[in-house]
Nanobody
């Protein structure tokens, strides 16, 4: 089992910045990617950014490229999301994600989510 705990959400004005952090614990040795997804009211959950654990390959949603940066700290088993130039459309619940390698494929783990509200 893998446990993911997010922190750092809150309310920020448009144009401001926030930093989200996610700490992973448990059986983390077979995690091969971590990242962030978000879900706004009435919308489906969508990718924000992910990073592989073996070679730090990143993937960003087009809507956040140039504004958000994902990073990892192997020693702390954390993944952070630095969000700059925030827009009202970034308002959502942000979920930490871990992709776990199983013998039959991949299993996704999710945190409980942290709310980010961007006021205009």
């Amino acid at each position: 089992q893998v446990q993911l705990v997010e922190s750092g959400g809150g309310v920020v004005q448009a144009g401001g910045s926030l930093r989200l952090s996610c700490a992973a614990s448990g059986n983390i040795f077979s995690i091969n990617a971590m990242g962030w997804y978000r879900q706004a009211p009435g919308n489906q959950r969508e990718l924000v950014a992910t990073m592989t654990t073996s070679d730090d390959v990143t993937d960003y949603a087009d809507s956040v490229k140039g504004r958000f940066t994902i990073s990892r700290d192997n020693a702390k088993n954390t993944v952070d999301l630095q969000m700059n130039s925030l827009k009202s459309e970034d308002t959502a619940i942000y979920y930490c994600y871990a992709r776990y390698q199983r013998s039959w494929g991949y299993q996704a783990y999710w945190g409980k989510g942290t709310l980010v509200t961007v006021s205009s």
